[in-house]
């Protein structure tokens, strides 16, 4: 049963990122020059981010690989990417978005969340998985700070 409803919310997760895409297609892609692009890889673990501070700049094309290696699902959940063009690639599934708010990522996978920041700011993001224990009361949590050029 418990795999039932993680493949259902895959799937509205996947749908969500889909109907995003069709918004998305008007304005381009996020993505620009390859090597301009500010990568960062944050590695999950039980119960905590690495790095669990991240540091990126208005304007430049940012992406962010996030590397599940813990034995349970993970999120990473976020306001700082809620209103911005996003490209997302999930177990080898890619879409392009208007706005994320979470990721689930399995056991042993990755995503890679490719975006370019507008505005400067300090912003949170923490997984808020509840099994086996609520991971954001154990400490799975970090702060994205943008700032200007």
Known sequence: M?????ARRAVWIAVGVAAGAALLAAAGSP????????SVTIHLREYRFDPSEIRLTVGRDSELIVINNG??????VTEALQDLAVDVEIAGVRAETLGVAELEIPPKARAVVRFTPERAGEFSFACR???????????MRGRLLIREP
Do not use: I, S, W
């Open 2 to 6: 418990r795999h039932d409803r993680r």
């Open 31 to 38: 993505a620009g020059a390859e090597d301009e692009v500010d």
């Open 71 to 76: 034995t349970v699902p993970h999120e990473f």
């Open 129 to 139: 998985a509840l099994r086996p224990t609520d991971h954001h009361r154990q400490g």
